[in-house]
C-alpha cells in the first residue's frame, strides 16, 4: 500500500487521470485517483453518477461497456467539470489535488474555443473581403463596358442587347431569357433567292407594302 502511495505520488496527474483532447476522463480513472474504497467503484457510480440530480446523462457523463478480467462492466466517461464537482465532494488531499487539476483543464479547453472561433472569425472575415473584391472588380469591368456604348450609334434594340451582354459577361449572369424578341429579317437578295426575282423587285415591292425595315448595329 505505501509503495503504490509511493507511486501515485510519482507520477504525474494527467497521466493518471488521463484526460482526452475534449478534458474528458473516466469515472475508474477518478476513483482510483482519489484513493477510494475498493471494490465500491458500482455503489459510487449509482449514487454520485446516475443518481446525482445535479448531473446529466449525455452532457456531464455518458456510460460505456468494458472488459475487466473477461467479465463485462460499466464505466462513464466524465466532463472535466462534472469531474472537478466529483472531486470537490470528495474531501481530501486527493479530491483537492484534482479539484485544482479540472481547472486548469477547463481554462485550457476555453482557449482552445476561443482560438478556434478567432480562426473561423478570421477566415468568414478572409473570405468576405475576397468576395467584395471579386465584386468591386466586376462592377468596373461593367461600367467600363457601358461607357464604351457612349461611342458608338447603336439602336435602342442594340443598346438593350449590349447592355445584357456586358451584365453577362461581367457577372456570369445568365440574360438569355432577358434578351428583347426579334423576329428574323431577310435582306432583298435572300428574298429574291427564294422566290426567284431580283433584290431590285423585292426592293420595289417592299418599298409599296412598306415591309423594308432599316436597322443600325
Known amino acids: 500500500m505505501k509503495q503504490l502511495m509511493?507511486?501515485?505520488?510519482?507520477?504525474?496527474?494527467?497521466?493518471?487521470l488521463q484526460v482526452d483532447g475534449e478534458g474528458k476522463t473516466t469515472a475508474r480513472k477518478l476513483y482510483e485517483?482519489?484513493?477510494?474504497?475498493?471494490?465500491?467503484?458500482?455503489?459510487?457510480a449509482k449514487t454520485n453518477i446516475l443518481e446525482n440530480a445535479f448531473a446529466e446523462n449525455g452532457i456531464d457523463f455518458e456510460g460505456f461497456d468494458i472488459n475487466v478480467e473477461g467479465n463485462l462492466t460499466k464505466d462513464y466517461k466524465l466532463t472535466a467539470s462534472f469531474a472537478k464537482k466529483l472531486a470537490m465532494s470528495c474531501q481530501n488531499e486527493r479530491g483537492e489535488q484534482a479539484?485544482?487539476?479540472?481547472?486548469?483543464?477547463?481554462?485550457?479547453?476555453?482557449?482552445?474555443i476561443s482560438k478556434k472561433a478567432t480562426s473561423s472569425n478570421d477566415e468568414k472575415a478572409k473570405?468576405?473581403?475576397?468576395?467584395?473584391?471579386?465584386l468591386n472588380a466586376k462592377t468596373r469591368a461593367f461600367k467600363t463596358l457601358l461607357q464604351s456604348m457612349d461611342n458608338k450609334k447603336l439602336?435602342?434594340?442594340?443598346?438593350?442587347?449590349?447592355g445584357l451582354k456586358a451584365l453577362e459577361s461581367a457577372f456570369g449572369a445568365d440574360v438569355g431569357n432577358y434578351l428583347p424578341?426579334?423576329?428574323?429579317?431577310?435582306?432583298?437578295?435572300?428574298?429574291?433567292?427564294?422566290?426567284?426575282?431580283?433584290?431590285?423587285?423585292?426592293g420595289r415591292l417592299a418599298n409599296k407594302k412598306r415591309l423594308m425595315v432599316y436597322q443600325s448595329f
Do not use: C, H
Open 6 to 16: 509511493k507511486q501515485l505520488k510519482q507520477t504525474p496527474i494527467e497521466i493518471l
Open 155 to 162: 439602336s435602342p434594340l442594340a443598346m438593350e442587347v449590349f
Open 127 to 134: 473570405l468576405l473581403r475576397a468576395e467584395a473584391m471579386s
Open 181 to 202: 424578341k426579334v423576329e428574323k429579317t431577310y435582306s432583298a437578295k435572300e428574298v429574291g433567292d427564294m422566290l426567284g426575282i431580283s433584290a431590285n423587285k423585292v
Open 99 to 112: 479539484r485544482e487539476y479540472f481547472i486548469k483543464v477547463e481554462e485550457k479547453l476555453k482557449q482552445t
Open 33 to 44: 485517483f482519489l484513493n477510494l474504497a475498493k471494490g465500491q467503484f458500482s455503489r459510487w
